[in-house]
């Protein structure tokens, strides 16, 4: 028998190519920033013309390859040009999340080892707290700051101006060179890091152009709202240079009111957020003053994204919601919740409330705590277990090894997946809730009981109890006006789940806490209820 060698061309998975793209093919499409005083507006051309002259600039700073360039800022512009720049010059990208805990970040520079930090003007009180912590060689700051705490630094366009010319040309790299390094916010612990290559930058940038997934083109003009420092805002830098798509970035200017007026002048086809952030638009935007009919989707991820939600956007404005999965050591994307043909009306809901569908090019499987690969039927629950081209295979300094195993990453999530492919997450291993040695799904009691027209937000929590172990603790934040009727919530919930489920703890909170990415912050309420700060109702 004869065998062939295959005989196509062995091209590197580099960011190169996306940006090469972006320049040929696209460079007159556009990246709009929001100002307190207005929009700026870059095309892509002008956006790799200046990454250019950034990457000579920071190269005569003595930046070489493999070394560390944090950025501590905003979505904007400016974040996008050390996005193109730094990964292509072949040196790694760090984001910083610019709602860290000051003892946090110093620990997440040095962890990381830093050289040099990019920095918005508006954030650099934070470095001026932990300044005698770290010691980057170098710090650049974007904008004027209001003042520069005795702190020294480079202004970035006079460090721009300081190149002549836009002729830089990027260096032929590995596949697998570390291209950007990211830290998890630390719901659930310590910020651990992963860094993703330009191989996996490179499937993923692709994999959420794909009809399935988001289906991100030239035809979008996409909104993120997610921080470019939370998992590269879900892909889409990258994402939209290759596709053409518009990017619009926001800045600081993120509550309710601030993105409708946005989503009115831009005209952005899709926008990206947490649930909390897509409940505050709902707020703002069904005082109908709003026009938001531009978005073709809104896409949700990061946590579950309760079905009243959905509902709520597609009955009151007419607006499609699309749930998403994914982690930092997932680069994101998983599964998104596109519903499979022929769902409509309520059918399509339920669909679009499961966690998500996977997506092409991950792996998923169920596995139980005796280490046994349960069926996906739907039914068995287990921890998920993720393996793929864009999937972590480790933590920086090996880390948390037993989170990695016969080449799959423990997700830490506990869920089911179904023969088609969806995935539905009842609870993060950490918030599971085992009552008399049974399982009973926060997230699901969450979703339940933010269906009740009096709760705007819900977060349930396990408590310690001495004849069952633990029980729920049910804390909410009521709609304005409102008042605790646990009776009528135990009631709201009866028809959905076992009795034994339904929470006889109950609490209301003036709001809810937050972690650094905006997700409920389960941690804190853990805390605050041990410490015996929350009044708890019980029947
Ligand atoms: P952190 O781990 O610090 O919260 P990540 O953003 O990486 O930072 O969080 C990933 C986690 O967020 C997932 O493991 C999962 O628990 C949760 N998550 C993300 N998307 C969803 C979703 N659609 N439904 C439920 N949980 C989600």
Redesign the pocket.
Known sequence: MTSFPSTMQVAPLTVRDIVHHAERVYSDRRIFTVEADGVREATFAEVISRARRLATALENLGVTRGERVATLMWNNQEHLEAYVAVPTMGAVLHTLNLRLFPDQLAYVINDADDAVIIADASVLGLIARIRDRISPRHLIVRGTPEDSYGLEFLDYEELLATVDNDDYSWPDLDENTPAIACY?????GDPKGVVYSHRSLWLHSLAIQTQNSIALGESDRALLVVPMF??NAWGMPYGGLWCGADLVMPQMFLKGEHLASTIQQLRPTLALGVPTIWMDLLRAATTGEYDLSSLRVLVA?????PATLIRAYRDQLGLTVL???????TS?LVAVAVPPIGAEGEDEITYRAK??RLVAGVEIRVVNEEGEVLPHDGKSVGELELRGPWIAASYIKGREPDSFHDGWLR???IGTVDARGFIV?SD?RKDVIKSGGEWISS?ELENLVMGHPSVHQAAVIAVPHERWQERPLCLVVLREGEDLDVEDLRRHLAPHVASWWIPEFWATLPEMPL?S?G?FDKRELRRRHGEGEIEVVSV
Not at 301 to 305: D, Y
Not at 323 to 329: A, L, V
């Open positions: 998890t916010s630390g719901t659930t939370h998992v991820g990061g946590a579950a994204v749930q998403g999965w994914g982690m930092t050591e994101p966690t998500g997700t830490g999530d997450i993060r997230v972690t990415v997700k």
